[in-house]
């Protein structure tokens, strides 16, 4: 069984920087892919970033695409995702959740690295609030 557990979210204000990680503990030997999804104020759980066990492939919404970057270290039984986030807008606010599949890519195929049905376990989430 993978458990996550997210941290490093905070208030900060615009044009700040953030750095989250997630450790998914109980890891195979083998990886697995991960992501990180946000929900904000009154809207719908959303795509962030992803990448796989193998590090090959990596995706962003467009949102983000070039403010934040997603990394990972693979270690035996751990696996950690880091997301650095740069250049902070108000509606970058929201609780970020970190995801993992049970395989080192989604389950279904990449096609699904930004569907929620994608992952089978999820984190708690951290707050990340952005003041203008």
């Known amino acids: 069984q993978v458990q996550l557990v997210e941290s490093g979210g905070e208030l900060v204000q615009a044009g700040g920087s953030l750095r989250l990680s997630c450790e998914a503990s109980?890891?195979?030997?083998?990886?697995?892919?991960m992501g990180w999804f946000r929900q904000g104020p009154g809207r719908e759980r959303e795509f962030v970033a992803a990448?796989?066990?193998?590090?090959?492939?990596?995706?962003?919404a467009e949102s983000v695409k070039g403010r934040f970057t997603i990394s990972r270290h693979n270690a035996r039984n751990t696996n950690t995702v880091y997301l650095q986030m740069n250049s902070l807008k108000p509606e970058d606010t929201g609780v970020y959740y970190c995801?993992?599949?049970?395989?080192?890519?989604?389950?279904?195929?990449?096609?699904?690295?930004?569907?929620?049905?994608?992952?089978?376990?999820w984190g708690q989430g951290t707050q990340v609030t952005v003041s203008s």
């Open positions: 109980g890891a195979t030997s083998t990886g697995h892919a």
């Open positions: 990448i796989s066990a193998g590090f090959n492939n990596i995706y962003y």
């Open positions: 995801a993992a599949a049970s395989t080192p890519y989604w389950r279904g195929g990449s096609a699904y690295h930004r569907e929620r049905s994608g992952y089978e376990y």
